[in-house]
């Protein structure tokens, strides 16, 4: 609750001591959850170097004890962690491990999740056709399971990633064709150019 109503000092607070209480019941799976949580409210907080080491600290402890779901969720919001501080071959390559475990686990929701978020990084690092490709995959997978909240999130990054497309494109015509350069703007329905 804090988390959500921005008190971020207090969140960050309250997952700390259930943290502390997880570990002094040498609870491994608490530790990683608890972990993963703070990670979430310092990266919420703008604390991306404490964010990430929570995330790696929580990934580690969730492979520990064989908790593959949690391995994703951790690979995955260290992904968003990455993207944040623009290294995005590391974020990619977090979030394609989360998207397999996901697949591998039948898990839905998340796979649609990790679709999404490794469409903003690949987005970040200029690869527009990748991240359209990408999130038009979690869009159909986000509609499948009847998720609106997980579609319309997609949809805003659809639309942020089609803005960013046109803001960079360079569009040529002569009287035999329209050449856009480069040409990935076709498959998200740019137009190229008019008249």
Known sequence: MRRLTGDYKAAAASQARALQLYHDLDNQLGQA??????GAVERIAGNYPEAA???VLALQLYHDVGDRLGEANALNALGTVQRLTWDYKAAAASQARALQLYHDLGYLLGEANALDDLGLTQRAAGDYLAAATSQARALQLHREIGDRLGEAETLNSMGELLLAASSTTTASCDRRACVILPSWPARLGHAGCRG
Not at 33 to 38: E, I, S
């Open 33 to 38: 959850t608890a972990l993963n949580a703070l």
């Open 53 to 55: 080491a929570r995330q």
